[in-house]
RNA sequence: GCUGGCGUAGCUCAACGGCAGAGCAGAGGUUUUGUAAACCUCAGGUUGUAGGUUCGAUUCCUAUCGCCAGCUCCA
């Protein structure tokens, strides 16, 4: 006899031998969702596992992580099951799961058509409709690799040489076989409703000089409807493109001319960027941050000395020669601030010091990876630099952190997910150090109260590190903030303090940005806004729009008000129908419009239309004025809410 | 960098071997307008660049630059 424990902690005894799916039975799942496979301590298995010791057993379904992983890799299965019903000649190579669905890549004589994809996707249907069972077959190594040889699979027979286990396992469904650890749903016509995505291709094992294969993306549900509202999104996402946003809005473009990957800022988008960069750099001030400002380059040895020509050289641009000496264009601003460090004897009294600056710095990129704001080859790091003694690393850290929740909750996110990368296998410095630095940073985490996932092995070679992603409105993750803690470069520069024992010490640096790079937390922005800003980050915050030419006098002397009191606005007064001024200025995304004609001219007021929202209703341009700066103020962008108005009617 | 797709007016797109076009934007004019597109006229192009094939190339071929998707890497 056997006992399985249950989440609900609640257990039940069984004879040795049932299986997952019969130990199941009788027990309710937290959601209506179908059971796909089950967590046997801690490892995904398939319901028909038969369990013959005590275990704990937890339902997988599609709500769960793990759960969509065995949903999306039978999806993988089936996409497979399909391309090679539809092109016997198809060779399979991999079909993992992914974020957002599953890829399964082939080789195959061409790319696949989007003809070719609506075939297989049609094949698909039919083999979910057909609800294979997918049967789980246990092999030895030297029995499975004339399965696929005979098959004519030398991808999976490469993958199976060079599995460590001498047996493996394979699933089949109907007459498709696959190389695969599992686990799956039972049958294929589990899976609710399919789509196959895209087409691109792809490196076998990711490695440029190995053959290029053709991978297909595709994607599903348990349900048509959640598949629709993932296709929505998908378009959604599609709209808030950045890069489409930046050129209808005025804000930034890249040209041909300059080169590639370097972003020129328009007015409204330099506006953006100046608001964003001063409300940052009032935020430091307010925190202990000390500001300095180094050059765009520096002589070739600074970077021979920081060690960035031995580690980091292919994302540096060539030297140039200046009088014979080789210059370079700097892909980091830490050297120099370390040249600051060293530029005088530092007390122990003198630490913890926090240096920041906007650096813009110069990164080589390849070219096919350039991606407008996201991937460019000139950016903005919102860099600091914090020099310490190893008792400060804690409290330091700890106060980056709530620096960072407080700064990115002030754009207006709010969901943050923290993770602690380790020591990995080729490192620099002591076991002690890295012990000290990574038991500092999760004393950090603890201390604030924080969750966060470990990456064993994530951390850069000269320390470790925190990284801080956030989650935009169409729940993308995004990582914008790190935090590393360094002893390599305050050793490969000798830097040192003056210890209370009168004798020097090494400080540890911690190398820290809160947006990551300017220019890529705005496209972020601009996504995540869709373009229309808040009121506070708005280029244009005000729109007066006047109803014919007797109004002029009064606009003007709307926006001499407004601009009095450092508010943004553009009059439109051009003897155009007011609908045409709103249309444009609602594209413009500009927050609030205020629409005056004889009435307003004669009360004194404005009529206010929110962006979206439609009329806001009429009001003194004072009131309007101390409810948008209050709203700035806040950061909000809801301070004025739109009320069915009924004292404008006309 | 590699594989595939795409470069036509400021923008969005037609024409696909036979005189390069539309809408929006722009300029000039008419209209003085009450909450998401008034009307008329005009102007706008070495079809990314350089070669080639052809009587003739935006169209076909080659190279090159750039953009897009993906691979790889990362902020």
């Known amino acids: 006899m056997i006992e399985i424990k249950y989440p609900d902690n609640s257990r039940r005894v069984y004879e040795s031998g049932v299986t997952a799916i019969e130990a199941m039975k009788g027990y309710t799942l937290p959601t209506d969702r179908a059971l796909l496979a089950a967590e046997i301590d801690g490892v995904a298995v398939d319901l028909s596992t038969v369990l013959t010791s005590n275990v704990a057993i937890n339902p997988l379904t599609f709500d769960s992580a793990l759960g969509k992983e065995v949903y999306w890799h039978t999806s993988a299965h089936i996409l497979a099951q399909a391309v090679q019903a539809v092109f016997p000649s198809a060779k399979l190579a991999i079909g993992p799961p992914i974020d957002t669905g599953f890829y399964y890549d082939f080789d195959f004589e061409r790319p696949f058509t989007p003809e070719d994809l609506t075939r297989i996707e049609e094949e698909v249907h039919l083999i979910m409709k057909e609800d294979y069972p997918l049967k789980r077959i246990e092999f030895s190594q030297q029995d499975a690799i004339p399965v696929f040889q005979k098959r004519g699979e030398g991808y999976k027979v490469e993958i199976i040489e060079s599995i460590d286990d001498p047996s493996v396992s394979m699933y089949q469904q109907g007459n498709f076989i696959?190389?695969?650890?599992?686990?799956?749903?039972?049958?294929?016509?589990?899976?609710?409703?399919?789509?196959?995505?895209?087409?691109?291709?792809?490196?076998?094992?990711?490695?440029e000089r190995n053959p290029m294969l053709q991978r297909i993306y595709g994607v599903s549900f348990p349900t048509q409807k959640e598949?629709?509202?993932?296709?929505?999104?998908?378009?959604?996402?599609?709209?808030?493109?950045?890069?489409?946003?930046?050129?209808e809005l005025g804000l930034f473009s890249v040209s041909e001319e300059t080169g590639p990957g370097l972003i020129l800022w328009h007015p409204k988008g330099a506006m953006v960027r100046h608001l964003i960069e001063t409300f940052w750099r009032e935020q430091h001030i307010k925190r202990g941050y000390e500001f300095v400002y180094s050059p765009h380059i520096a002589r070739r040895n600074l970077w021979k000395q920081s060690g960035h020509l031995d580690f980091y050289q292919e994302n540096m641009f060539a030297a140039m020669s200046v009088e014979n000496n080789p210059y370079q264009l700097k892909p980091m601003n830490c050297p120099f601030h370390i040249m600051i460090y060293k530029s005088s004897l530092r007390s122990y009294r003198d630490l913890p010091l926090r240096w920041a600056e906007l650096g813009t710095v110069y990164r080589y990129e390849r070219s096919g990876v350039l991606h407008g704001l996201f991937r460019v080859r000139g950016f903005t790091q919102d860099d600091a630099h914090?020099?310490?003694?190893?008792?400060?690393?804690?409290?330091?850290?700890?106060?980056?952190?709530?620096?960072?929740?407080?700064?990115?909750?002030?754009f207006g996110f709010e969901y943050f997910e923290i993770f602690l990368s380790t020591r990995p296998d080729h490192a620099v410095g002591s076991d002690e150090d890295w012990q000290h630095a990574t038991d500092s940073l999760k004393s950090a985490l603890e201390l604030l109260d924080i969750s966060y996932t470990t990456d064993p092995g994530e951390g850069v070679f000269y320390g470790p590190k925190i990284d801080i992603k956030i989650r935009d409105v169409l729940g993308r993750a995004w990582q914008c903030s790190t935090i590393q803690l360094d002893f390599n470069l305050p050793l490969r520069f000798g830097l040192?303090?003056?210890?209370?024992?009168?004798?020097?010490?090494?400080?540890?640096?911690?190398?820290?940005?809160?947006?990551g790079s300017v220019e890529?937390?705005?496209?972020?922005?601009?996504?995540?806004?869709?373009?229309?800003?808040?009121?506070?980050?708005?280029?244009?915050?005000?729109k007066v729009l006047t109803l014919g030419e007797a109004q002029t006098s009064y606009a003007n002397d709307i926006m001499l008000q407004l601009a009095g009191h450092g508010l943004r606005a553009e009059a439109d007064l051009r003897s155009e129908k007011m609908n045409l001024k709103i249309r444009e200025a609602e594209t413009a995304k500009i927050p609030y419009m205020l629409v005056v004609g004889d009435k307003e001219v004669t009360a004194r007021t404005v009529s206010i239309r929110?962006?979206?929202?439609?009329?806001?209703?009429?009001?003194?341009?004072?009131?309007?004025?101390?409810?948008?700066?209050?709203?700035?103020?806040?950061?909000?962008?809801?301070?004025?809410?739109?009320?069915?108005?009924?004292?404008?009617?006309?």
């Open 386 to 410: 914090i020099f310490c003694r190893p008792a400060q690393l804690a409290d330091e850290v700890a106060s980056i952190i709530k620096f960072t929740f407080s700064t990115l909750r002030r």
């Open 178 to 207: 696959d190389l695969c650890r599992g686990p799956h749903v039972s049958s294929t016509g589990q899976i609710g409703a399919f789509k196959v995505l895209s087409g691109a291709g792809a490196y076998w094992r990711g490695d």
């Open 496 to 515: 040192s303090f003056i210890g209370p024992d009168g004798k020097p010490h090494q400080p540890i640096m911690i190398h820290r940005a809160l947006l």
């Open 227 to 247: 598949l629709d509202q993932h296709l929505i999104l998908l378009e959604e996402a599609k709209r808030r493109d950045h890069r489409k946003l930046g050129k």
């Open 610 to 650: 929110k962006r979206t929202k439609g009329q806001a209703g009429t009001m003194k341009l004072d009131t309007f004025i101390e409810m948008l700066k209050e709203e700035i103020l806040e950061h909000s962008s809801s301070a004025i809410t739109p009320t069915l108005s009924t004292n404008n009617s006309n």
């Open 520 to 542: 890529r937390f705005m496209g972020i922005l601009i996504e995540h806004f869709a373009g229309a800003f808040p009121s506070w980050l708005a280029p244009i915050q005000v």
